[in-house]
């Protein structure tokens, strides 16, 4: 158990629908990650958060958004969801944000989109 | 943009052998992290080992150890004694600064699976 906690665990809704998916970090930590794992495209990271601010963002579509809460739980945001957007997504967490922090993952969320 | 290489898209080991796991990566940075994590079929990522570009011993971590040949751009992941239970997809990833904000991600390779039979 990496100590960092996602919900929903599996989530299945229809083409055109808005998801929130949840994280709660590590103790402590204050970076926290969204990454995106399918099939085609692989793992890839979607947005950076330490400490309330945005960070880093990477291939992360225009529908989809996140923010990191002042308890420091992050939510990520998947609208007008289409099929190709089903995947497993990840949220990780570090405590700092420089490059040699290790980033440990939760069990991701499941997104089917039907 | 930095980039991963896993040419192994699978692997088989005898159980109780050694196997390595090949990644080599491109970038042109000084400082970077190279990282290893461990998904199995249930899904969950798990962190295995990490090497600082500046370290100057390959990181140890039980059963795993990591080959760092910086020259080669080489960061091969080393299971000894391999068990059942190490059957597995492995990703190797290195930590990329971005562009924006003093972020960073981490840039993951497609990954090798690993079968271990008994």
């Known amino acids: 158990d990496s100590g960092v906690t996602q919900t929903p665990k599996h989530l299945i809704t229809a083409t055109g629908q808005r998801v929130t998916l949840r994280c709660s970090p590590r103790?402590?930590?204050?970076?926290v990650y969204w990454y995106q794992q399918s099939l085609d495209q692989g793992l890839q990271f979607l947005i950076q958060y330490y400490n309330g601010e945005e960070r880093a963002k990477g291939n992360i579509l225009e529908r989809f958004s996140a923010q990191q809460f002042p308890d420091l739980h992050s939510e990520l945001n998947l609208s007008s969801l289409e099929l190709g957007d089903s995947a497993l997504y990840f949220c990780?967490?570090?405590?700092?944000?420089?490059?040699?922090?290790?980033?440990?993952f939760g069990p991701g969320t499941r997104l089917t989109v039907l | 943009a930095q980039k991963i290489t896993q040419t192994q898209p699978g692997m088989f080991v005898q159980e109780k052998e050694a196997v390595t796991l090949d990644c080599t990566y491109d970038t042109s940075d000084q400082s970077y992290g190279l990282f290893w994590y461990k998904q199995p079929s249930s899904g969950e990522m798990i962190f295995l080992i990490y090497q600082g570009s500046y370290d100057e011993q390959n990181a140890t971590e039980g059963r795993y150890s990591l080959n760092f040949q910086k020259a080669r751009k080489s960061a091969n992941l080393v299971i000894s004694a391999s068990q059942l239970g190490d059957s597995a997809m492995y990703f190797c990833a290195m930590r990329e600064a971005t562009n924006s904000n003093s972020g960073y991600a981490l840039n993951f390779g497609k990954g090798t699976s690993l079968l271990v039979t008994p």
């Open positions: 103790s402590g930590d204050l970076s």
């Open positions: 990780a967490s570090s405590v700092g944000r420089d490059r040699g922090s290790t980033q440990y």
